[in-house]
């Protein structure tokens, strides 16, 4: 490095402190004067090198430039980096500039410069170097429609998907389309049965050769022609599209999924039909020969249903045309839709399909109530606790 030196290589500090000053005069450059000092042979090099400094050897007195110099930058680069982490975890709200933009090119830290309190007071909503583009003004329709959406997707403070209508609403609706039918009556006499099941969440079993229900759906009408003839018809309906499964540690019935292909709808006639309208006033009309099975092939007039699925029973009543023709005593009705007839629907005879019975209480409640059970209310068969309850 260059320095004041005299020719014999060992100044003094008085010789190289004279020197060094009358440099300065020299040059017309005051030694208080915060320019850095110019070497004798006016070398850009040497001015690079050479700094005035003040505070070491006295005013006014040179240095080793290589080792301040290292110093000072490794203090510079400390400083820059303190300085770089406070604005990552510090940073304040930085407005729009208007020479750059959100995303574009240009110097990052020329968009992410510090900001004194006095500029903008910093806001701890506000993000890092991220300046948000200002809102849009939403119009009336769009704020009422915004406001309904989100109403519709969350419900209690969670997020549900927006519920789909159900494609089996219309076959839970009773229906008509004959003006002498809509004063006809029906009532289920067995009902006070159908709700002590609803309330435990009613199960039908269901085999591949066929299996009677129970309860099973019984009823009586009133208000009917007596000089006309008339069919009673039950057939059974999905009830929505959803596959159930039961939860043993809830003891309920939760969905499970989405339903499989339902089979086609069958009819089942009465065996008794038809009726005229004076048996039709004085009996019960009940469907306890209905089977229920899981066999699509089946060719014996089974109800066909999907286990861990949900039904409603439907009871029709046709009234048939003095003009029917029917071969035998039987008559032929493969489509409601083509006769005089009204559908009646209870509610309360909703059930879940099963091969297997999957609460106990259900269980329980049909050992009781179906006379046919008479084996399985033997005491042998019983726990001690059950015996204990019976």
Request: with cysteine.
């Amino acid at each position: 490095m260059l320095a004041y030196r005299s020719p014999s290589n060992s100044p003094s500090s008085v010789t190289i402190k004279s020197e060094f000053l009358a440099n300065y005069k020299h040059r017309g450059v005051s030694p208080q004067s915060s320019s850095p000092p110019i070497s004798p042979g006016g070398s850009d090099h040497s001015d690079h090198h050479n700094h005035y400094r003040g505070d070491i050897g006295g005013p006014g007195l040179p240095h080793n430039h290589h080792q301040s110099s290292q110093h000072n930058h490794h203090r510079q680069h400390r400083q820059q980096q303190q300085q770089h982490h406070h604005n990552r975890n510090h940073h304040p709200y930085r407005p729009p500039s208007s020479t750059s933009s959100v995303g574009g090119g240009g110097d990052r830290e020329s968009r992410c410069s510090t900001t004194t309190p006095a500029d903008r007071p910093p806001s701890a909503d506000s993000p890092g170097c991220r300046t948000p583009s200002p809102p849009a003004t939403p119009t009336a329709g769009a704020a009422n429609n915004s406001q309904t959406s989100h109403n519709s997707h969350k419900k209690n403070g969670k997020i549900s998907a927006k519920s789909e209508p159900n494609p089996c609403a219309e076959l839970l609706k009773g229906k008509c389309n004959c003006p002498e039918l809509e004063r006809v009556e029906c009532r289920l006499e067995n009902k006070d049965l159908w709700d002590r099941f609803h309330e435990l969440g009613t199960e039908m079993i269901i085999t591949k050769t066929g299996r009677r229900m129970f309860p099973t759906v019984r009823c009586s009408f009133a208000g009917i022609e007596l000089d006309a003839r008339y069919v009673a018809l039950m057939d059974i309906v999905p009830v929505d599209v959803k596959r159930y499964r039961y939860a043993y540690h809830r003891s309920s019935w939760l969905v499970a999924g989405k339903a499989d292909a339902p089979a086609p709808i069958r009819l089942y006639m009465h065996p008794d039909a038809p009726f005229t309208g004076e048996q039709l006033r004085k009996q019960v009309v009940s469907f306890e020969k209905t089977k229920l099975t899981n066999n699509e092939m089946d060719k014996s007039g089974h109800i066909v249903l999907n286990s861990m699925h949900k039904y409603q029973p439907r009871v029709h009543l046709v009234k048939l045309r003095p003009d029917y023709h029917y071969n035998g005593n039987t008559p032929v009705i493969s489509n409601i839709e083509y006769q005089q007839y009204r559908t009646y629907v209870f509610p309360e005879t909703q059930f879940i399909a099963v091969t297997a019975y999957q609460n106990q209480l259900i269980t329980k409640l049909k050992i009781d109530s179906n006379p046919f059970a008479k084996g399985f209310r033997d005491s042998s068969r019983l726990t001690d606790l059950e015996r204990y309850e019976m």
